[in-house]
């Protein structure tokens, strides 16, 4: 399933007021929309740590 931006962020925002401390946002590497998400919800949310998903021994081309 694919989120939008604000869907992200509506999810970002329960799970900060859960207290949830890290909050895995996406994969930012996978396309400019995504990185913009990821970077959305790490300019929101104050009191959780976000982390972008990253894959492991693999390049991933941005063009």
């Given amino acids: 399933m694919n989120l939008n931006t604000r869907e992200k962020l509506e999810i970002a925002y329960q799970l900060e007021k859960l207290g949830i401390d890290r909050i895995e946002a996406g994969f930012p ?3 400019p929309g995504d990185l913009a998400a990821v970077n959305a919800v790490a300019r929101a949310i104050k009191s959780s740590t976000i ?6 021994g693999r390049r991933i081309s941005m063009q």
């Fill in 29 to 31: 590497a996978a396309s």
């Fill in 51 to 56: 982390i972008g998903l990253s894959v492991h």
